[in-house]
């Protein structure tokens, strides 16, 4: 019993990140139908750029939690004006094109971004410093270290404050309005160029910060980590409703439960057959499954009312 516990606390964990990111491919593709498929690609660019600045900053002296305070606004920078110029050079020229251009460009983009990180950081993998205390945190069986109770706490904080931002807002009526039509949007003063840029910028945020994260959940970080989380980030986006806000974070947090559990389990359900480093097939037989029996989604797509 304390093996599941631990289980569903990593798994809890590994979909915050998946959920974070699947925020961003599922906000965009709810304003102009774009899988953003460079985005895996920024949550690299935010680690590696945290990575830089911490290894910068580690003579100086500053505790572990002054230089994570200081490397996660520089992260957010970089990935926000980096995800600002792809969507300005590559995407909106092809905004009025045949869809496949458009999904074709992202995935030039995102071998694009992997061949710039490695030229830039060498293909080398890179151990991220520990920031934060490693003393386990005892939950009566299970451990929690800081950095994954900080993992959860931000994440719920940051689902939150997106959730008040796109509903009670006034850049949120004009996001969902943009959503809804842009033309008559625009009629009514909203700036729909405007409104996309700060959607891309707001999902490079978010991706920067599951960046961070990741490197010091797992302690590493290369030019190709950002590949397998970004594909898993887009399959939780599309297994709980792709252009779904809740959704994205409902299938981020089940696909994290289901890859955990299915790591811890895997080797007795098959014997020795199959070890924990194939855990990464329960994520898609869960999207199988799931678009199989629900095509739209655990939670459907978002669909706008249009008169």
């Known amino acids: 019993m304390d ?32 899988i953003n498929f460079a985005h895996g690609e920024v949550l690299m660019v935010g680690a590696l ?11 100086s002296g500053l505790p572990g939690w002054a230089l994570l305070l200081i490397a996660l606004p520089c992260a957010i920078f970089v990935c926000s ?27 030039g983009m995102s071998l694009l971004l992997q061949t710039l990180a490695m030229i830039l950081w060498k293909p080398n993998p890179k151990p991220f410093p520990l920031l ?22 931000t994440t719920g904080v940051i689902l939150a404050a997106l959730l008040w931002l796109v509903n009670k807002t006034k850049l949120g009526r004009a996001m969902r309005a943009t959503a809804e039509n842009p033309r008559v949007a625009s009629l009514m003063g ?14 490079a945020a978010l991706a920067a910060i599951a960046g961070m994260m990741w490197a010091l959940n797992y302690g590493t970080v290369q030019h190709s980590m950002g590949f397998l989380p970004g594909l898993k980030a887009f399959t939780a986006a599309v297994m709980g409703g792709i252009g779904n806000l809740t959704g994205a974070m409902v299938g981020g947090i089940l696909l994290g439960l289901i890859e955990a559990i299915g790591a811890g ?21 869960a999207l199988i499954l799931v678009l199989t029996l629900r095509p739209s989604g655990l939670l459907g797509e978002r669909v706008a009312d249009r008169a």
Do not use: C
């Open 81 to 107: 004006a980096l995800n600002f110029t792809i969507e300005k050079l590559a995407y909106r020229p092809l905004r009025n094109a045949p869809r496949l251009a458009p999904l074709i460009t992202a995935m």
């Open 49 to 59: 750029t945290s990575w830089t600045v911490v290894t910068f900053l580690a003579d």
């Open 190 to 203: 909203v700036r729909p160029d405007m409104v996309i840029s700060a959607t891309f910028i707001i999902g």
């Open 3 to 34: 093996i599941f516990f631990q289980q569903i606390i990593n798994g809890l964990v590994l979909g915050s990140m998946y959920a974070l990111v699947a925020l961003g491919y599922t906000m965009v593709y709810g304003i102009i139908n774009l």
């Open 265 to 285: 389990y895997l080797g007795e359900l098959t014997g020795g057959v199959l070890g924990s480093h194939y855990a990464d097939i329960f994520a898609f037989i």
């Open 132 to 153: 934060l205390p490693t003393d386990p945190i005892d939950l009566g069986g299970a451990v929690i270290s800081v950095t994954q109770l900080l993992i959860l706490v």
